[in-house]
Nanobody, 117 residues
Framework: EVQLVESGGGLVQAGGSLRLSCAAS????????IGWFRQAPGKEREAVGC????????YYGDSVKGRFIISSGNAKNTVYLQMNSLKREDTAVYYC??????????WGQGTQVTVSV
């Protein structure tokens, strides 16, 4: 089955770190743009950032710039979201998708990140 699967979410204290993974199943990231998004309860979906699988270049939303880092794994089927200096407002369900802007080919099921203070 062709799908994206996120993992690594959980409960973390403010100021802490988490690393999320986005694994492609049934395909590899060949010249793809992979996006991370998040949605908090009652809020609109927000773009966290995007990475190009071909050259590793990445860009980030203003709310996470300087704190989050997106990277690619060596096997070309996994992308990571390293989240540092987490804040309460980072609490959300995090998703990965291909490509970074619609129309989207794939969406993951999401992983919950909860930041406690």
């Amino acid at each position: 089955e062709v799908q994206l699967v996120e993992s690594g979410g959980g409960l973390v204290q403010a100021g802490g770190s988490l690393r999320l993974s986005c694994a492609a199943s049934g395909f590899t990231f060949d010249d793809d743009a992979i996006g991370w998004f998040r949605q908090a309860p009652g809020k609109e979906r927000e773009a966290v950032g995007c990475i190009s699988s071909s050259d590793g270049s990445a860009y980030y939303g203003d709310s996470v710039k300087g704190r989050f880092i997106i990277s690619s794994g060596n096997a070309k089927n996994t992308v990571y979201l390293q989240m540092n200096s987490l804040k309460r407002e980072d609490t959300a369900v995090y998703y990965c998708a291909v490509p970074c802007v619609g129309p989207y080919e794939y969406w993951g099921q999401g992983t919950q990140v909860t930041v406690s203070v």
